[in-house]
Nanobody
Framework: QVQLVESGGGLVQVGGSLRLSCAAS????????VGWFRQAPGKEREFVAA????????FYADSVKGRFTISRDNAKNTVYLKMNSLKPEDTAVYYC???????????????WGQGTQVTVAS
């Protein structure tokens, strides 16, 4: 079992930055790939970024490539999402999720956090 807790969301101005954290419990967390997803009001949940178990491989949605960076510290059981140059369209609830597979498909992820709200004000 893996439990995930997101933090770091909040209100930020356009062009600002935030760093989200995804803290995990469970001794096997380092064996899991982790993805970040987001869901805006009235929209489907969408993939944002993913990182494999070791941190060597990462993948990003085109909409955030070059602005967001995903990283992990397995010693701390934590995955991060650094978000720069934020835009109003980045406003959403952000979720982290863990999977045995390195994938962009949300249905493959086994464990999900409760989400953290990010609001970008223009």
């Amino acid at each position: 079992q893996v439990q995930l807790v997101e933090s770091g969301g909040g209100l930020v101005q356009v062009g600002g930055s935030l760093r989200l954290s995804c803290a995990a419990s469970g001794r096997t967390f380092s064996r899991y790939a982790v993805g970040w997803f987001r869901q805006a009001p009235g929209k489907e949940r969408e993939f944002v970024a993913a990182i494999n178990w070791s941190g060597v491989s990462t993948f990003y949605a085109d909409s955030v490539k070059g602005r967001f960076t995903i990283s992990r510290d397995n010693a701390k059981n934590t995955v991060y999402l650094k978000m720069n140059s934020l835009k109003p369209e980045d406003t959403a609830v952000y979720y982290c999720a863990a999977s045995r597979q390195f994938t962009v498909v949300p249905g493959v992820y086994d464990y999900w956090g409760q989400g953290t709200q990010v609001t970008v004000a223009s």
